[in-house]
């Protein structure tokens, strides 16, 4: 298929395209120190490192010990290949909203896809120390709350076919210790019917999710309340999963026939 020539916008937005210089400049040279960051688009340090704090918040780059800017796990993940998500989305939104004004949290919606656990929707707190929006995140759904919860429904072999099998890929194939450790944890899950993440995914904050299944059991995806870790255990205690579990009962009723476009 032919295409139309690539011509520059008439009214260009320059901090965005600043932001999508970097993010092809790490993608392409696989890391960068903020000097060699702020050289490639011409700009001042100070300016390179605020957009590069907002490619790392929305995951697409992320820094390691040496301080170099790396791609992040969002930078090469294609879309879910669903096309009814947005269908999900849209029958999670009122239950979400409710409750993240009874819990005064952020409420995120999580798929899985594979591996990989993806925010796809997201009503954010209105307190000052608050858990941000995520969505579009995609931390590995072994550590993030939601992840784990959907992880816990699979049966021992489409679990194994993930970590352990020949199509494991070999940065995700987990050694049979981690597998047993995980597995004996996904179980933990599957018999309380939630799972928490206490610090997993970023340090000083937590989830707590639950599944959410349509009529025939499957496991759609998940209901995340995120919240900062020292709100954790109150939380807890003034009965957070019997309110997030009342939510997931009012969203199943809505999702009753919604049939997942393919198996993930």
């Known amino acids: 298929m032919k295409t139309r020539p690539i011509s520059k916008p008439t009214y260009m937005i320059e901090s965005v395209h600043n932001a999508l210089l970097l993010l092809n400049a790490v993608r392409d040279h696989g890391s960068l120190r903020l000097k060699d960051a702020a050289e490639e688009i011409g700009v001042a340090e100070s300016t390179a490192h605020r957009l590069l704090a907002m490619l790392i918040y929305h995951g697409f780059v992320v820094q390691d010990e040496s301080r170099r800017y790396l791609p992040g796990p969002s930078i090469g993940?294609?879309?879910?290949?669903?096309?009814?998500?947005?269908?999900?989305?849209?029958?999670?939104?009122?239950?979400?909203?409710?409750?993240?004004?009874?819990?005064?949290?952020?409420?995120?919606?999580?798929?899985?896809t594979?591996?990989?656990?993806?925010?796809?929707?997201?009503?954010?707190?209105?307190?000052?120390?608050?858990?941000?929006?995520?969505?579009?995140?995609?931390?590995?759904?072994?550590?993030?709350?939601?992840?784990r919860v959907l992880l816990a429904q699979l049966d021992d072999c489409a679990f194994a076919d993930?970590?352990?099998?020949?199509?494991?890929?070999?940065?995700?194939?987990l050694a049979p210790a981690?597998?047993?450790?995980?597995?004996?944890?996904?179980?933990?899950?599957?018999?309380?019917?939630y799972a928490t993440a206490v610090d997993a995914v970023e340090v000083g904050l937590s989830s707590v999710a639950v599944c959410l299944r349509n009529g025939e059991g499957d496991a759609l995806g998940a209901l995340v309340v995120a919240l900062p870790t020292t709100r954790l255990r109150a939380g807890m205690e003034a009965g957070l999963v019997s309110q997030m579990r009342r939510a997931a009962a009012g969203i199943e009723s809505r999702i009753r026939d919604l049939r997942p476009s393919d198996t993930m």
């Open 77 to 112: 993940v294609g879309p879910t290949g669903s096309s009814w998500t947005r269908t999900f989305r849209d029958a999670c939104l009122d239950s979400m909203h409710e409750l993240a004004s009874l819990t005064g949290e952020t409420v995120n919606l999580v798929v899985r």
């Open 114 to 147: 594979g591996i990989e656990s993806r925010v796809i929707g997201a009503v954010e707190s209105e307190k000052l120390l608050r858990v941000g929006n995520r969505q579009g995140h995609v931390p590995p759904a072994r550590t993030s709350a939601g992840g």
């Open 162 to 173: 993930l970590y352990q099998s020949d199509h494991a890929l070999s940065a995700d194939r």
């Open 178 to 193: 981690e597998f047993a450790l995980l597995q004996r944890e996904l179980r933990a899950v599957s018999e309380k019917g």
